[in-house]
């Protein structure tokens, strides 16, 4: 029986591309050619998985978005505490390329979606299942003992996951200024400021 | 003699103009008519003040920093303290049309920027300048005894920006779950927890 490729297995894979070259030549220069140069397949066989370049930016979104939950999904399933919540912040940081993809395809659909109502609803889906997460690993570190039990976890993951969100932001903009010491310096004054008084 | 219209001063009104319509109608209803209509200026007029759409926006984008700076002095001009640190992260908030244009802008030109090094340079210039306006406050407020003194200031300041920054972008997507009241309980939280121990 002839070996049978998974349609979703090869979109994925294509979308995997697609963000490795948004890491290292940004949004604009993920055109079909492009990935197609960077995955070895054709512009034709692209053009068979995603009906235009916008589709193909869209899946590459999806594809973050899903990498990020994967993350997160890991993070809770590990002990609770400070840290769980660190981490869970700094996933969002542009220190690898995966990460730099993720700021990059983010900031360039934020723009986008606010013209575009269905795009922005998936932002915002996208954002409030991370706020969600973080709310989740704030009670049980609050319940471990690790952070101030009279903190209001609603309003804390609104502040950090716009926190983590901004600094993803500005260290895409400003690598220079935001290595990874820089980024521990300050996430490590975030979090160690919710311990118990 | 004829009174003479100062061509900066009428720039500078135009692009008022312009923000409001982005506040009203987002940075994709902000075309040379839809200015045209709010200023009862015609598109010929306008042409004369901005070579182009892009012209325009651009603009608009300077105008809004500069309204942002003007509010930024005015702090750093009061009483120090947390109150002060407060102010300057909630003048970002989109919580009236001047923030919510300053939001909508500054997001449509975070993803031109990734493309563009001069607009990426005039934006990182306006997050440095907005980091040390808030090192400055959060030392004026230590010195006031109002900010715990262990904090560092420049990893701090970084953090709020950041915070700030995600805030305002995350509140003009989803104004409903960032109303006046919820941000007031998210910043209070934040500014608290700097308080000496």
Known sequence: MPKRVDHDDRRR???DAVLAVIAGQGVNGATFRAVAEATNWSTG???HYFRNRDDMLLAALR???EQAATEQRAISDG???REAVRRILLDAVPLDSRRLALAR???FYYAEAAADPLLQAEINGYLERWRRQTVHLIEAAQRAGEIDPALHPVP???ELVAMADGLSIHASFQPALFGADEVDRIL???????APR
């Open 156 to 158: 804390l993951a609104a």
């Open 13 to 15: 894979e294509i979308s």
């Open 45 to 47: 066989v692209l053009s």
């Open 79 to 81: 002990p609770p505490g």
């Open 63 to 65: 594809r973050a978005g």
């Open 105 to 107: 395809i983010f900031v």
């Open 188 to 194: 490590t004054g975030t979090i160690e400021r919710l």
